[in-house]
């Protein structure tokens, strides 16, 4: 393969709703490049792009798939992506490491909820954008009210390039407005016929040149003054004008494909090679110190891994971006992350599991590497005398959560490696041991994400593994302050225990001032605090620890067993067994013994008295709020909001986003276990949310109530 220079390579994310099309338009891409020799077909399981088990078992894409062509002296790296939402993280990753985003709408369907959640992770990374409309042969397509959808939604920036001569089973034509040209294919698609444009069809598309040489025009003064001037630009300028646009984010071009019939494929490649901006067109990436790196062929290597697959005969394919420098096969290089040496002892130009041998890869190429040694993804390499460290790609939090827990108790160990593994592929999925919940926690980005992650542990691992709901993580806490004391005291021959613990508890916020006084019934205690300790909590919140005591009724030595102690007890709240947080402990007396007092005498008094005075405290629960941001058509707005009601939620606001609302809610976690299927069912799949840990807030009192009670039961089980 020729070694492509960086300003001869485009890098696109291609993209879109399931079903739009994107794995059938791969295949004829690919065909038309001559990588492969025949165009596979979904049903058949045969295609470049859903070849892992899995996706052909569900008939969806599940994991991205890098491939490549070369076409009129360019190349161009596609990574093409899931269109669920649930594996968003493939999305991500593919709109990190390119330079376009190309949206594939389905005619027929216009403007889905994938097209409007992909559309906006491009716009939060800066990345251009440009439709392509496919399923163009479908009979329900209006290409002309597909235009006015599109321009409603993303304003005057949407710039047709394109459009059918008529839509529906007869579609075997274009005309596209750049070139001035008819494009027509034989029932069989592939190489078309281009000629001039008819006369009926001259004043339309004579009226759509004028729009698009203006919207080429607005992006470069010298094209702008030349506009004014002649109110025309020559082929090349428009393209000028037009990368320029993209890159600006100031022009979103439509173009038209069949793919399953391959019409308008190789045309798309032509465009794509002329007209999205290269590596070097658009703004340089930032490393971890924020230093801007240029993607300069010349400069010193640096290799960003974005990527794990794991293939069966092969292991581990490590997929990568070169960020600058040249890569050659037999290079010895750094791994930033993790210390080690490797060597690029094999290197490859890939089409999903079709790999072509390279020996030279140059800043901004894409390519992949088997048999490196050390290399996770997120992993950099560098040359020697190079330190660059990149950590831009930042994925979504979770949304869905189960429980996991293998069939086979023995297979447990086995499950977890397993997961680790699958973790290096889709960095979504994360696992989570939790030791306050006592669950292996498995958390993703909803159901389906889920559910192809059981279905890859029992047919691949043959792990049997079972999915429960996921306990909720309250927590205790006390809203008002409370006197105890407690006496250990233990003769049972030679050696006895004796400590005795007089303390106060109280509710702890930031900022309160220091105690002074204390009355409890008819007694007043004075506090003058010795010493202080504020310990940020693990689970959150704080706890205070104030040493007040005087006259040496407890020797400052037994003054950390008492602090254990009281850990303890906040470690297995008194209420539930649940975490305790924000609280203030003054231990203000007690009482010793000469020869009986020792540590753990303390620690038990200290931890009894604690839970004796947490009690008296009025105890509270409190469980975790999320905010949640709901992404809804329009005409659903009405059931999303009574839903979101019906499960404790507090709205706080709504906006409109095209034909989409926009609805953000505070809505507690226990409410939100089964909100992906849910939403789903309420919207037709139409919907899509988020949702980021907020804070933590009392519980209702009757929801209080029944904790208590569960953790009664249990106790005493």
């Given at each position: 393969?020729?070694?492509?220079?960086?300003n001869?390579?485009?890098?696109?994310?291609?993209?879109?709703?399931?079903?739009?099309?994107?794995?059938?338009?791969?295949?004829?891409?690919?065909?038309?490049?001559?990588?492969?020799?025949?165009?596979?077909?979904?049903?058949?399981?045969?295609?470049?792009?859903?070849?892992?088990?899995?996706?052909?078992?569900?008939?969806?894409?599940?994991?991205?798939t890098?491939?490549?062509?070369?076409?009129?002296?360019?190349?161009?790296?596609?990574?093409?992506?899931?269109?669920?939402?649930?594996?968003?993280?493939?999305?991500v990753?593919?709109?990190?490491?390119?330079?376009?985003?190309?949206?594939?709408?389905?005619?027929?369907?216009?403007?889905?909820?994938?097209?409007?959640?992909?559309?906006?992770?491009?716009?939060?990374?800066g990345?251009?954008?440009?439709?392509?409309?496919?399923?163009?042969?479908?009979?329900?397509?209006?290409?002309?009210?597909?235009?006015?959808?599109?321009?409603?939604?993303?304003?005057?920036?949407?710039?047709?390039?394109?459009?059918?001569?008529?839509?529906?089973?007869?579609?075997?034509?274009?005309?596209?407005?750049?070139?001035?040209?008819?494009?027509s294919?034989?029932?069989?698609?592939?190489?078309?016929?281009?000629e001039?444009?008819?006369?009926?069809?001259?004043?339309?598309?004579?009226?759509?040149?004028?729009?698009?040489?203006?919207?080429?025009?607005?992006?470069?003064?010298?094209?702008?003054?030349k506009?004014?001037?002649?109110?025309?630009?020559?082929?090349?300028?428009?393209?000028?004008?037009?990368?320029?646009?993209?890159a600006?984010?100031?022009?979103?071009?439509?173009?038209?494909?069949?793919?399953?019939?391959?019409?308008?494929?190789?045309?798309?490649?032509?465009?794509?090679?002329?007209?999205?901006?290269?590596?070097?067109?658009?703004?340089?990436?930032?490393?971890?110190?924020?230093?801007?790196?240029?993607?300069?062929?010349?400069?010193a290597?640096?290799?960003?891994?974005?990527?794990?697959?794991?293939?069966?005969?092969?292991?581990?394919?490590?997929?990568?971006?070169?960020?600058?420098?040249?890569?050659?096969?037999?290079?010895?290089?750094?791994n930033?992350?993790r210390?080690?040496k490797?060597?690029?002892?094999?290197?490859?130009?890939?089409?999903?599991?079709i790999?072509?041998?390279?020996?030279?890869?140059?800043?901004?190429?894409?390519?992949?590497?088997?048999?490196?040694?050390?290399?996770?993804?997120?992993?950099?390499?560098?040359?020697?005398?190079?330190?660059y460290?990149?950590?831009?790609?930042?994925?979504?939090?979770?949304?869905?959560?189960?429980?996991?827990?293998?069939?086979?108790?023995?297979?447990?160990?086995?499950?977890?490696?397993?997961?680790q593994?699958?973790?290096?592929?889709?960095?979504?999925?994360?696992?989570?041991?939790?030791?306050?919940?006592?669950?292996?926690?498995v958390?993703?980005?909803?159901?389906?994400?889920?559910?192809?992650?059981?279905?890859?542990?029992?047919?691949?691992?043959?792990?049997?593994?079972?999915?429960?709901?996921?306990?909720?993580?309250?927590?205790?806490?006390?809203?008002?302050?409370?006197?105890?004391?407690?006496?250990?005291?233990?003769?049972?021959?030679?050696?006895?225990?004796?400590?005795?613990?007089?303390?106060?508890?109280?509710?702890?916020?930031?900022?309160?001032?220091?105690?002074?006084?204390y009355?409890?019934?008819?007694?007043?205690?004075?506090?003058?605090?010795?010493?202080?300790?504020?310990?940020?909590?693990?689970?959150?919140?704080?706890?205070?620890?104030?040493?007040?005591?005087?006259?040496?009724?407890?020797?400052?030595?037994?003054?950390?067993?008492?602090?254990?102690?009281?850990?303890?007890?906040?470690?297995?709240?008194?209420l539930?067994?649940?975490?305790?947080?924000?609280?203030?402990?003054?231990?203000?007396?007690?009482?010793?013994?000469?020869?009986?007092?020792?540590?753990?005498?303390?620690?038990?008094?200290?931890?009894?008295?604690?839970?004796?005075?947490?009690?008296?405290?009025?105890?509270?629960?409190?469980?975790?709020?999320?905010?949640?941001?709901?992404?809804?058509?329009?005409?659903?707005?009405?059931?999303?909001?009574?839903?979101?009601?019906g499960?404790?939620?507090?709205?706080?606001?709504?906006?409109?986003?095209?034909?989409?609302?926009?609805?953000?809610?505070?809505?507690?976690?226990?409410?939100?276990?089964?909100?992906?299927?849910?939403?789903?069912?309420?919207?037709?799949?139409?919907?899509?949310?988020?949702?980021?840990?907020?804070?933590?807030?009392?519980?209702?009192?009757?929801?209080?109530?029944?904790?208590?009670?569960e953790?009664?039961?249990?106790?005493?089980?």
């Amino acid at each position: 393969m020729k070694v492509y220079q960086t300003n001869e390579i485009r890098n696109i994310a291609l993209l879109g709703n399931d079903g739009s099309g994107k794995t059938t338009l791969t295949e004829s891409l690919l065909f038309d490049a001559g990588v492969t020799k025949r165009r596979g077909r979904i049903s058949l399981k045969n295609t470049v792009s859903d070849y892992f088990p899995v996706e052909q078992e569900y008939g969806y894409s599940v994991f991205n798939t890098v491939f490549h062509v070369e076409w009129n002296g360019k190349k161009l790296n596609m990574i093409d992506c899931p269109g669920s939402d649930d594996f968003v993280g493939a999305a991500v990753t593919a709109l990190s490491m390119t330079d376009t985003a190309l949206l594939l709408l389905k005619g027929a369907n216009g403007v889905e909820v994938g097209t409007q959640n992909h559309f906006r992770y491009a716009e939060q990374l800066g990345k251009p954008v440009m439709f392509v409309v496919n399923q163009l042969d479908d009979e329900a397509t209006d290409y002309d009210r597909l235009l006015e959808q599109l321009t409603e939604i993303y304003g005057t920036k949407v710039v047709p390039v394109q459009y059918p001569v008529k839509t529906g089973p007869d579609f075997n034509s274009m005309i596209d407005v750049l070139v001035m040209k008819k494009y027509s294919w034989k029932p069989e698609g592939g190489e078309p016929t281009i000629e001039d444009i008819p006369a009926d069809e001259m004043a339309k598309a004579t009226e759509w040149r004028a729009r698009l040489v203006e919207a080429a025009a607005e992006h470069d003064e010298a094209l702008m003054e030349k506009f004014f001037e002649t109110e025309e630009l020559t082929d090349d300028e428009i393209r000028l004008g037009m990368r320029k646009g993209l890159a600006a984010r100031g022009m979103f071009p439509v173009c038209c494909v069949c793919a399953t019939k391959d019409m308008g494929v190789r045309r798309l490649m032509e465009f794509l090679g002329n007209v999205v901006p290269s590596v070097q067109d658009m703004p340089a990436v930032k490393n971890a110190q924020g230093e801007e790196i240029a993607p300069d062929a010349s400069a010193a290597t640096s290799l960003f891994f974005f990527k794990t697959g794991v293939e069966p005969h092969i292991g581990e394919v490590q997929y990568f971006k070169v960020m600058s420098g040249t890569v050659k096969e037999g290079d010895d290089l750094t791994n930033t992350d993790r210390g080690s040496k490797e060597r690029m002892s094999q290197m490859f130009c890939c089409a999903g599991a079709i790999r072509i041998k390279v020996d030279t890869l140059v800043a901004g190429d894409i390519g992949c590497a088997v048999k490196l040694k050390d290399v996770k993804t997120g992993n950099t390499l560098n040359a020697k005398d190079c330190d660059y460290k990149f950590d831009f790609i930042q994925y979504p939090d979770s949304k869905y959560t189960r429980a996991i827990k293998a069939v086979s108790e023995s297979d447990t160990e086995k499950m977890m490696n397993a997961l680790q593994r699958m973790r290096e592929e889709d960095p979504t999925w994360k696992v989570e041991n939790s030791k306050e919940l006592k669950q292996i926690l498995v958390h993703g980005q909803g159901e389906f994400h889920l559910r192809t992650l059981k279905w890859r542990l029992e047919n691949n691992e043959k792990i049997q593994i079972t999915y429960d709901e996921p306990k909720i993580p309250y927590r205790e806490t006390i809203t008002k302050a409370a006197r105890a004391d407690y006496r250990h005291k233990k003769q049972s021959g030679g050696a006895g225990q004796f400590g005795e613990v007089h303390l106060i508890v109280e509710p702890y916020t930031d900022g309160m001032p220091e105690p002074d006084v204390y009355r409890f019934g008819n007694q007043e205690y004075r506090i003058a605090a010795k010493g202080k300790e504020e310990i940020q909590l693990e689970w959150g919140g704080k706890l205070v620890f104030i040493n007040s005591v005087v006259g040496g009724a407890i020797d400052a030595r037994f003054m950390p067993a008492i602090l254990k102690g009281v850990m303890q007890r906040m470690e297995q709240g008194p209420l539930t067994g649940c975490y305790a947080r924000d609280v203030r402990v003054i231990v203000y007396d007690g009482k010793m013994h000469p020869v009986d007092s020792n540590e753990i005498s303390f620690m038990l008094a200290g931890r009894n008295a604690f839970a004796k005075a947490f009690r008296d405290a009025n105890p509270k629960i409190l469980e975790p709020i999320y905010d949640v941001v709901v992404l809804t058509p329009s005409d659903k707005m009405g059931d999303v909001m009574s839903d979101l009601q019906g499960r404790r939620a507090v709205i706080m606001g709504m906006t409109s986003e095209a034909n989409y609302q926009k609805l953000s809610a505070k809505v507690p976690l226990k409410e939100m276990s089964n909100y992906c299927t849910a939403l789903s069912s309420i919207a037709g799949g139409r919907a899509s949310f988020s949702m980021k840990f907020a804070s933590y807030e009392l519980v209702p009192t009757d929801i209080q109530q029944k904790l208590i009670k569960e953790h009664e039961t249990e106790s005493e089980e």
